[in-house]
C-alpha cells in the first residue's frame, strides 16, 4: 500500500523567505506526482503535475523536483507571498488511484 | 481546461436522512469518477471508485450499503449518504479522470461538499 509522507506538517515563515516543502513516498512505482493547493473549507486547486519520466516541472514562482528512485519530491515556492498561505498536498497515482499526504500547511507572515 | 462541478456545496441535514451529491465533468467524459472524504485538518481518503454503467469498487473500510454510488452517464456521478449520522459529516470530494495531452492519467477535482449531519 502507498504510504505519502509530508514534511514539515506545519510552516511560518516571513514574507519574501522561499519554501521548501518535502514529500516522500513508499512505492516508487508511480504514474505521476502531483502538487495541490487547498484553501480553508475549499477543494484542492492543481499547481504542478510530474509525470514519472520528468524530472522537475515548473510554472512561475513554483518549482517542483522528483526523485522517483529515492522516493521523493520537493516542491519549493520562491519569494513567498502572504497569498501563498494555505495547504499544500502531495499525491502519487499507482494503478490510477490517487495516494495522499496529510499536507503542509504554510502561513507567510506580512 | 477540464472542469469538475458538485452540487450541493454545503448541506446540513438530521440524523437518519439521506443526502445525495452530485459530481459532474463539464466539457468531457468521464469514465471513471472518484470520491473521497476529508476529515477536519486530515488528508483527502479515497472512498470509491466509480466507473460508468458499473458497480462502484470501494475501498477497504468504507460501508458499500450506506455510501451508495450511481456513474449513470459519462458527465454524472452521484453519492448518497444513506441514514446519515454525525459522524459522517465530512468534506466529500469527487474527481473525474480524463486524458491530458497524451497522457491517461490525470483526475480533474470539484470544488467539494460540506456535509454536517445534526
Known amino acids: 500500500k502507498q504510504e505519502v509522507t509530508q514534511i514539515p506538517a506545519a510552516l511560518s515563515v516571513p514574507e519574501g523567505e522561499n519554501l521548501v516543502l518535502n514529500c516522500s513516498f513508499t512505492d516508487s512505482a508511480i504514474y505521476n506526482l502531483q502538487w495541490f493547493r487547498q484553501d480553508p473549507g475549499k477543494g484542492l486547486t492543481s499547481l504542478l503535475l510530474i509525470q514519472s519520466s520528468q524530472r522537475e516541472q515548473t510554472s512561475g514562482r513554483l518549482n517542483a523536483s522528483l526523485d522517483k528512485s529515492s522516493g521523493r519530491s520537493t516542491l519549493y515556492i520562491a519569494a513567498s507571498q502572504p497569498g501563498d498561505s494555505a495547504t499544500y498536498l502531495c499525491?502519487?497515482?499507482?494503478?490510477?488511484?490517487?495516494?495522499f499526504g496529510a499536507g503542509t500547511t504554510v502561513t507567510v507572515r506580512a | 481546461g477540464a472542469v469538475v462541478s458538485q452540487h450541493p456545496s454545503w448541506v446540513i441535514c438530521k440524523s437518519g436522512t439521506s443526502v445525495k451529491i452530485e459530481c459532474r465533468s463539464l466539457?468531457?467524459?468521464?469514465?471513471?469518477m472518484f470520491w473521497y472524504r476529508q476529515f477536519p485538518k486530515q488528508s483527502l481518503m479515497l472512498m470509491a471508485t466509480?466507473?460508468?454503467?458499473?458497480?462502484?469498487?470501494?475501498e477497504q473500510g468504507v460501508e458499500k450499503d450506506k455510501f451508495l454510488i450511481n456513474h449513470a452517464s459519462l458527465t454524472l456521478s452521484t453519492l448518497t449518504v444513506t441514514s446519515a449520522h454525525p459522524e459522517d459529516s465530512s468534506f466529500y470530494i469527487c474527481?473525474?479522470?480524463?486524458?491530458?495531452?497524451?497522457?491517461?492519467?490525470?483526475?480533474?477535482f470539484g470544488p467539494g461538499t460540506r456535509l454536517t449531519v445534526l
Open positions: 499525491a502519487v497515482t499507482n494503478d490510477y488511484k490517487l495516494s
Open positions: 466539457d468531457f467524459q468521464a469514465t471513471t
Open positions: 466509480s466507473n460508468e454503467g458499473s458497480k462502484a469498487t470501494y
Open positions: 474527481s473525474a479522470r480524463a486524458p491530458l495531452a497524451g497522457y491517461t492519467d490525470t483526475q480533474y
